[in-house]
């Protein structure tokens, strides 16, 4: 994902602070849950460092400008969908990244003392206030627009809410599965 040159130019002198996290999914390649990585929070992007020589998770620099989101799900880890986030949802860090016209999640989870959720819970209210002072989020790359996006013009929410209306329709009279109507409303919604 990083290539030499740009992990060689990381000053790990500037960090604003560091962290313990696992690694969860969403990187290419790597199907496995990693323990022990470090997060750099610098001022230009974050930086995850692992020592282990052996892990499928090599070192990865996340600019900030790549970055469309942090986001700091809050509930229950039975809403979620990975084995090893079960009950540790208030720990988790999604991240997700611009790539061109393509987007990624990345899933990391706060870590520190084994079973200690409530000191990783903290540790993440801590991340989030230190990238929300130094005004990290409003510094996220915005998604690029295809040439057809950006010259469509805004829907009215009444145009929204009326196709809703209409998926609904289908969705109950089972043209449309469940997946399919959210994932038509959640594009929708994102138009208002």
């Known amino acids: ?3 030499d040159s740009e992990l060689n130019q990381i000053n790990l002198n500037t960090a604003w ?3 313990k996290v696992n690694y969860c999914y969403g990187l290419p390649g790597i199907n496995c849950f990693v323990r022990g990585i470090r997060l750099y929070v610098l001022p230009n992007g974050l930086y995850f460092y692992i020592a282990a020589k052996r892990s499928a998770f090599k070192s990865l620099y996340l600019d900030y400008n ?4 942090i986001e700091f799900p809050k509930g229950s880890g039975s809403d979620y969908h990975n084995i090893f986030l079960v009950n540790k949802f208030d720990t988790v860090i ?3 990244i611009i790539d061109g016209f393509n987007e990624q999640i990345l899933c990391f989870e706060m870590a520190g003392s084994l079973g200690n959720d409530v000191g990783n819970q903290a540790r993440r209210q801590e991340l989030y206030m230190l990238l929300k002072n130094h005004g990290i989020f409003e510094r996220f790359a915005r998604p690029a627009q295809s040439v057809e996006t950006a010259q469509r013009t805004p829907e009215s929410r009444e145009d929204v809410f009326a196709k809703i209306e209409q998926l609904s329709k289908l969705h109950q009279s089972g043209a449309l599965t469940d997946e399919e109507f959210q994932r038509k409303k959640e594009e929708l919604l994102k138009r208002i």
């Open 17 to 19: 602070a560091s962290y």
């Open 66 to 69: 790549r970055i469309k989101s």
């Open 94 to 96: 999604q991240i997700t």
């Open 1 to 3: 994902m990083n290539n």
